[in-house]
């Protein structure tokens, strides 16, 4: 309330900067994102990836994803391997399961190049995900790379 009181009454401009689309205090980390409780994202290791569906299930596909800041836009291949490692367009990173009671939907990518954190929600009929960048909330788009639509897998993508 405060900062609003100084945005609107005192004419603050920066007042509301500490705050983020409308889920509290902005952190510049990913507490308080879509759920998330904290900025530890654990690497995936081969015990996390058998007891976490999405992150077997993406492991399964041994297929790249692209990413981008909009769907005409994406860039690729994205590789999500077994090892809990990333390869992109912009560098090697880490990646593996959001350590939260009800994002089993998520996944976290962390890359190195840019010391940046990303939350990846995946949507399961349409094998695609939105990606939060956890310091600012920049959202991105991301999704299975294939030739043509009929080549998105039939099942679902599962958590």
Known sequence: MAATIAFYKRGDPLALRAWNGGEGANTGGCIGKVGVYTNEMPTLTPERLQAHTLARNI???ARPWAWGANHNALRGPVWFRES????SPWGEGSWGSVPSPWRNDSLHVHLRSFNQTYLLMF?????????????????????????????????????
């Open 59 to 61: 492991n399964r596909t």
């Open 84 to 87: 809990g490692a990333v390869e």
């Open 123 to 159: 949507l399961s009929e349409k094998w695609s995900f939105v990606a939060v960048r956890c310091s600012d909330e920049h959202v991105s788009y991301g999704r299975l790379m294939v030739e043509d639509e009929s080549e998105i897998p039939e099942k679902r993508l599962v958590w």
